[in-house]
């Protein structure tokens, strides 16, 4: 008995997902007003609010810093000079190498907003319809598939000469000759560039995420009329 239950509610999963597929391939058709640009538009649109009310906010002082969701911390294999260096009396000395290190991500965001526009205006009626019915990220999946070579690109050489700009290399010199100081200690000599770099980037797409699903799950935040015809397909 157990078992046709089970057989019996995959198979109504599998036919509503075969008929949401269904319903989406029949959009332009099916009778609702809506056709192939505006469903491209739509989630241009979506993007475009993302980039602009969101990552924005990254390139502003204590964009990263002070964002639980980005602030970018030590690598792992690095958290004991961290803690080191707070364990005799140096948090502030800590305070300040993480805060170059955020400082200098901040920094590199600003390079982003074009080559994000490029990607946004890129998206055809296709790309649309497979964000639509995808997961609620999948419009940011998209930008990252689309951009991350390019903003690595981007963001690193800015990350390098902000280090310096900022003062985070000799921010970091300092740090570690503290750590490396202290007794049975093995020393450490990081490139942190790459690092956060990468960390940059995570930062980036965690936070159109985060728009993302804001749109795709609050009504209130469909703010133009496109938004709301575009997103009520999905709903």
Known sequence: MIRKILVLFLVLNLTACAELQQVINQLPQGGIGIGNDEIASGLRQALDFGIDKQVAKLTQTDGFY???????????????????????????????????????????????TPIFIDAVKG??????????IG???????YLNGKTQTALYDKFNPVIKNSFSKVGADEIWSNLINKYNSIPFTANVNPDLTDYVTGEALKGVYTMIAVEEKEIRTN????TTDLLRKVFALQD
């Open 219 to 222: 009504l209130s935040s469909r």
């Open 135 to 141: 997961n609620d990220d999948a419009a940011t999946q």
């Open 66 to 112: 002070k964002n639980d969701l980005v602030k970018i911390l030590l690598p792992e294999e690095l958290q004991k000079v961290d803690k080191g260096l707070r364990d005799i009396g140096l948090s502030k000395l800590a305070d300040e190498g993480l805060k170059a290190l955020n400082r200098a991500a901040e920094d590199a965001v600003k390079e982003a």
């Open 123 to 132: 998206i055809t009626f296709a790309d649309a319809k497979n964000i639509l």
